[in-house]
Structure formats: C-alpha cells, structure tokens
C-alpha cells in the first residue's frame, strides 16, 4: 500500500525539475531528440534509485543528465565526424530572446571537450558554484574552474557585443526572407556585412550546400543561385521568431518540407545566416 503514494511522489518532485534538465541536457547535446531521451533515462534512474536517502533530488537530477550527456557526447563526436556537410544544432523557436545560449555559441561550444563544455554551461550559464560541478562530473574544484577558464577563452568571440533590439531583429529577418526570395539582390546585399557567412544543414537528406559560403562575394553568388532556383517555386513564411536566441523565420519551403533560417546580426548587418533544412532535426516544430 506504500508503493503507489511513493511514485505518486517521485514523479510529482520530478516533473517541475524536468525544463531545467531538458536546458542542460540541450545545450550540452545540441540536440531536443537527444535531450528527451536522456532526461527519460534520468527519470528512469530516479524510480529506481534509493530516494530516502536523496537529500536534493535537484542536485542528484542534474548530476545524473550531465553523466549521461559526457557520456553521449563520446560517441556525438564519431557522428559529426562523418556528417554530410556543416552540422548545426537543432533550432529551438521561441517567440522571445529566451535562450541564454545563442547559437553561434552553441556551435563554439562543439569546439571544447565534453569536460570543458559541462564546466562552462554549469557554471557561467547555469550558475553553480565550482565545488558542486566537482560533484557532478567528477573532478576537483580547482579542475572544474581551470576547465571553465579554459572554454571561457576558446569562445570569448562567440558571445554577442551587442544585442540586436528585438523588433529591429525582426524586421531584418522579415526583410531578409522577402529579398532571397524575391530575388532582390540589390537589397539583399544592402543588409549583408563584408565577411558575411552562410551555413546550411542539409544532413545529406535535402539539398544544401556542403561547405559554408563565406565572405560578401561567396554569400551573394549562393543566394543568386538561390533565387534562380525558387523563382517558380513556393516558400512561405509560416511565421518570424528567434531561432535559437537569433532573429530569424520559419518557412514551408516548395518540397513541402520545412526551414528555419536564423541570423546574426552586428552593427545592422548580417554577419552570419543559419539555414537548418535536415528534417530530421526539424521534426520536433510540426
């Protein structure tokens, strides 16, 4: 008779703890699918672990998702090696500048090992003290702040100087999607900055281009193209958001498939341009 209220009860202290862990879990992976699975598997752990004895399940939640994630991480970098062109995280859509971890940081992020990635997200994101990320992946404080310190100075160039004003983001995105597709190239280029860069994340499963194209030259040669291919074909804009802390948009492009296109905007201009087309990584929007 005691065993239904205690399920009852280890499922009730989970559920509240369940974004946190998904925001950890995601920023490490860079993956939702991926996350999900792994904060279930941390569930699992939870039911079957002693819980009497589990004085901060908050504590013993995060430890647990962040051993998991060392752990995928692993065998995640034997994949990147063999992806089909660039690799992009998967777009997480929010009205808001919600996300604390852009995505041209979460791709410095992919840089550093597994150790100095859960050190810097633990503390400088998720603000833990360096005695309790000792905890949780299993080093000395002094290694966990030499970790940080290090990540810290790998990606220092990945962080914004300047935050774009968020209707100011929009209106670029809004006004970016009507010129590539319209073929504007005049008022396309208007909007780019000289080292512009595009990338696009095909997977091998939709066309896309296999390396990034950069510089202003490189960038408007792609987009030409671009629009020569869409000129009789649909691409409709299902809505503008940020995509992963960046201005950007949502499209049902012409094979019926969808797009999100984020932007990193500098002093006004497009410094970088985001294109995720891998279906498998867009599965999670419909």
């Known amino acids: 008779m005691t065993a239904e209220p205690d399920i009852t009860g280890a499922v009730a202290a989970f559920e509240p703890l369940r974004p946190t862990l998904m925001?950890?879990?995601?920023?490490?992976?860079?993956?939702v699918a991926d996350a999900e699975d792994v904060v279930q598997e941390a569930f699992i752990r939870w039911m079957k672990a002693d819980r009497a004895v589990v004085r901060q399940p908050e504590a013993f939640l995060r430890r647990t998702v962040t051993r998991l994630c060392l752990d995928q991480l692993k065998s995640a970098r034997r994949k990147r090696e063999t992806y089909v062109g660039p690799w992009l995280p998967e777009p997480l859509v929010e009205e808001d500048e919600v996300d604390d971890v852009s995505l041209p940081l979460m791709l410095a992020l992919e840089r550093l090992s597994p150790l100095e990635r859960a050190a810097f997200l633990l503390h400088d994101v998720f603000g833990l003290q360096f005695e309790d990320i000792a905890v949780e992946i299993d080093r000395d404080p002094a290694a966990c702040r030499q970790l940080a310190a290090r990540a810290r100075e790998h990606i220092r160039q990945a962080r914004p100087r300047f935050k774009v004003e968020k209707q100011r983001g929009l209106e670029i995105a809004e006004a970016f999607f009507n010129a590539s597709r319209s073929g504007d190239m005049k008022a396309l280029g208007a909007m780019l900055s000289a080292d512009v860069a595009a990338h696009?994340?095909?997977?091998?499963?939709?066309?896309?281009?296999?390396?990034?194209?950069?510089?202003?030259?490189?960038?408007?040669?792609?987009?030409?193209?671009?629009?020569?291919?869409?000129?009789?074909?649909r691409s409709k804009l299902i809505r503008l958001a940020f995509i992963n802390g960046l201005p950007g948009f949502v499209t049902l492009e012409a094979d019926g498939e969808l797009q999100t296109t984020a932007l990193d905007i500098e002093d006004g201009r497009i410094a970088a341009i985001y294109v995720m087309r891998n279906p498998d990584k867009l599965r999670h929007l419909h």
């Open 23 to 31: 925001r950890v879990a995601y920023r490490m992976l860079g993956s």
């Open 200 to 233: 696009a994340d095909g997977g091998g499963k939709r066309p896309a281009a296999t390396e990034p194209a950069l510089g202003f030259d490189a960038v408007m040669r792609q987009y030409a193209m671009v629009a020569a291919w869409l000129k009789d074909k």
